[in-house]
């Protein structure tokens, strides 16, 4: 009696066909998100080149965010709160996302990522780069099973 779970027939399983991919680009939207940002050139949209949540710096910069968060919950939880914790949650927001970026294309921002991601004014970029990489969906190599 065969007690393996796959018939010889069955081809080979290959998980890596399921695996999202390393990185992506961001189409940037403009801020009231109706038409894609037009970049420095006058012609080209704004992208951003990002790596997913499953790609080594992907793991790197979670795991660093995560970490300050932790950090910052038990000195709370022991008391320790301080007036800088609100400044120092968006600085570790800001390089968590840095971290996340290949790069930016078409918005040359002296300072590169880390200047436009601490510019409030432009927090409707940050919240773009937030989504796209908190969506799976965006690393995907092509439709499943595929």
């Known amino acids: 009696m065969d007690t393996s779970n796959t018939p010889a027939t ?41 790596y997913s949540p499953g790609s080594p710096q992907g793991i790197r910069a979670l ?3 995560s970490r300050s968060a932790q950090l910052r919950t038990y000195r709370a939880l022991r008391g320790e709160t ?3 914790d609100a400044d120092d949650a968006e600085r570790d927001n800001v390089a968590k996302l840095t ?11 002296p300072g ?8 409030a004014k432009l927090g409707y970029i940050t919240k773009q780069v ?17």
């Open 82 to 84: 301080s007036q800088n």
């Open 130 to 146: 937030e989504e796209f990489i908190g969506k799976y969906a965006s690393f995907s190599k092509g439709p499943s099973g595929s």
């Open 99 to 109: 971290a996340f970026t290949k790069a930016i294309n078409n918005f040359p921002v």
């Open 112 to 119: 590169g990522p880390e200047k436009v991601y601490a510019n």
């Open 63 to 65: 795991h660093k965010a």
């Open 10 to 50: 069955t081809p080979e399983f290959d998980v890596a066909s399921y695996e999202i991919a390393d990185t992506a680009t961001l189409t940037v939207r403009n801020a009231r998100l109706d038409d894609i940002l037009i970049g420095a050139d006058r012609e080209n949209p704004v992208t951003i080149e990002l």
